[in-house]
């Protein structure tokens, strides 16, 4: 089989497989300030567009990890994966309409929500709440949203593709 061939059967292949692959989750984190004696919330969610709506919702998630770093009114606290109560993210313009995670356990109830209000600034208000001690933390400051930056192991094989390709179109110019 001659080279040109070889390395076209090759790409073709390559490109059946990665089509064939299921949709690699996309990596957001988050944060919000403006809370009472420098409360923030910080944290990162992972998940794929499972039914190709463009949305990212709560059920689609694989990954969520919510920090609350805690002020005089509500005390620190973090909400994993099966703490998750809600999500609404739209993909196409990285727009959070929606979030809510909850916890309850010996020490009473953590909540957080926020929502999307006031097209199109949407400013969101967070709201933390101890409901064992009846107490609310709210900030109306933007929740910063952002994709995370790719993994390492993702651009090193992409490094190293293209570094195939050169090699190859090298060796084929010098015969």
Do not use: C, K
Not at 46 to 62: I, M, P, Q
């Amino acid at each position: 089989m001659s080279a040109p061939r070889f390395f076209t059967l090759t790409a073709l292949f390559s490109l059946v497989a990665a089509l064939a692959q299921p949709a690699q989750a996309q990596r957001f984190s988050f944060s919000q300030g403006g809370y009472a004696d420098g409360g923030t919330l910080t944290g990162h969610f992972a998940g794929s567009d499972l039914d190709g709506d463009g949305w990212l919702y709560g059920y689609e998630l694989t990954e969520f990890q919510l920090n609350w770093s805690g002020n005089r009114a509500v005390q620190a606290f973090s909400l994993g994966y099966d703490e998750r109560a809600g999500l609404e993210f739209e993909l196409g313009n990285g727009t959070l309409w929606h979030m809510a995670a909850v916890s309850q356990n010996g020490e009473g109830v953590r909540f957080f929500s926020f929502d999307s209000h006031g097209w199109p600034t949407y400013t969101i208000p967070g709201v933390v709440t101890d409901e064992r001690l009846g107490l609310v933390s709210m900030s109306w400051e933007p929740l910063q949203v952002a994709a995370a930056v790719p993994e390492p192991q993702g651009v090193a094989l992409l490094l190293a593709g293209l570094g195939f390709i050169g090699v190859w179109s090298q060796r084929r110019r010098a015969h």
